[in-house]
């Protein structure tokens, strides 16, 4: 959330995988949503279910005008209408650019 970003700081690696090279939050959730609306996601995984590839996250600027950074990692889509997960797409990305600007008001 834009509003609460006192955990977030700038040159860190975030990942929704541990490991000691990143910090992985208590709630990682990624979204990207290709030119026709598909979406992938990535977040982080449970201790019953683990489908998710690592997706990494580092701030180059956490101010009152937004957040940039960059991002890289897979992304992958699930159909779960029968109570199951079935894979039915997945996009990598690598050396991804963010700008989120804040609405201030």
Not at 22 to 44: C, M, Q, R, W
Not at 77 to 84: L, R
Not at 94 to 102: A, L, M, N, Q, S
Request: glycine share 8%; proline share 2%.
């Amino acid at each position: 959330r834009l509003d609460h970003t006192e955990e977030l700081t700038t040159g860190i690696t975030y990942s929704n995988l541990s490991s000691s090279a990143v910090v992985t939050p208590h709630t990682f959730l990624f979204a990207y949503y290709d030119e026709n609306g598909k979406s992938y996601i990535a977040a982080n995984n449970s201790t019953t279910v683990s489908i998710w590839d690592e997706v990494t996250i580092k701030f180059s600027q956490i101010d009152d005008s937004g957040l940039k950074g960059n991002f890289s990692g897979t992304g992958k889509s699930y159909d779960s209408s029968s109570g199951q997960n079935i894979l039915t797409g997945s996009v990598q990305i690598t050396d991804g650019e963010f700008y989120v600007p804040r609405n201030n008001e």
